[in-house]
């Protein structure tokens, strides 16, 4: 079985930072993409950034040059660094990471439980 638990969610004013941790454990045999997503009440859950096993990125066009996203492999984490924070970046963040459990066999996509970020005005 794999869990992906995210943490560093919180309460910060706008233009602060906070920075989130996922990190994956159980059965795993190699992570692809990890990476973060994130719900607003009333809206769908979207793309924020995502990084492959390789290290290439991809960030949504309303975080970039705001937020980085980053790996450890070692440790199976990956980190979210938010910088010059906005209200509308309120939202459930959830962490996602595409995972074999098996040297072979296809690669599974999971799902953390999510984290709170509320920016204040």
């Known amino acids: 079985q794999v869990q992906l638990v995210e943490s560093g969610g919180g309460l910060v004013q706008a233009g602060g930072s906070l920075r989130l941790s996922c990190a994956a454990s159980?059965?795993?045999?190699?992570?692809?993409?990890i990476g973060w997503y994130r719900e607003a009440p009333g809206k769908q859950r979207e793309l924020v950034a995502r990084i492959t096993s390789g290290g290439s990125t991809n960030y949504a066009d309303f975080v970039k040059g705001r937020f980085t996203i980053s790996r450890d492999n070692a440790k199976n984490t990956v980190y979210l660094q938010m910088n010059s924070l906005e209200p509308e970046d309120t939202a459930v963040y959830y962490c996602?990471?595409?995972?074999?459990?098996?040297?072979?066999?296809?690669?599974?996509?999971?799902w953390g439980r999510g984290t709170q970020v509320t920016v204040s005005s």
């Open positions: 159980g059965s795993i045999f190699s992570i692809n993409a």
């Open positions: 996602n990471a595409v995972i074999r459990t098996r040297s072979w066999g296809a690669a599974l996509s999971y």
